[in-house]
């Protein structure tokens, strides 16, 4: 099993930016491809971001595209979350998962065994 444990998140103006962080302990972070989710209040949790276990490939919600940048570091177990360009509607809890898999993206919620605690990201207009 992996255990995940997101940093990163706080309170930013809109227009700002935040970087998240999720480290990873337990069995080899490089054989995960790694997401990240978020859930606003009162809505369902969905996709953002999305990474390769080799950071080769990446993928993003619409919503996200061009302001968010996903990116890992395997040798320090971490993954990341780029925020820029931040809007009230990025209000959440962000959360990021883990699925043991070396094929290629993981893009659904189902996929994904292994989540950490989440980290709320308010972002006041």
């Known amino acids: 099993q992996v255990q995940l444990v997101e940093s990163g998140g706080g309170l930013v103006q809109a227009g700002g930016s935040l970087r998240l962080s999720c480290a990873a302990s337990g069995r080899t972070f490089s054989s995960y491809a790694m997401g990240w989710f978020r859930q606003a209040p009162g809505k369902e949790r969905e996709f953002v971001a999305a990474?390769?276990?080799?950071?080769?490939?990446?993928d993003y919600a619409d919503s996200v595209k061009v302001r968010f940048t996903i990116s890992r570091d395997n040798a320090k177990n971490t993954v990341y979350l780029q925020m820029n360009s931040l809007k009230p509607e990025d209000t959440a809890v962000y959360y990021c998962a883990a699925s043991e898999y070396r094929y290629g993206l993981r893009l659904r919620e189902y996929e994904y065994p292994y989540w950490g605690q989440g980290t709320q990201v308010t972002v006041s207009s």
């Open positions: 990474i390769t276990w080799s950071g080769g490939s990446t």
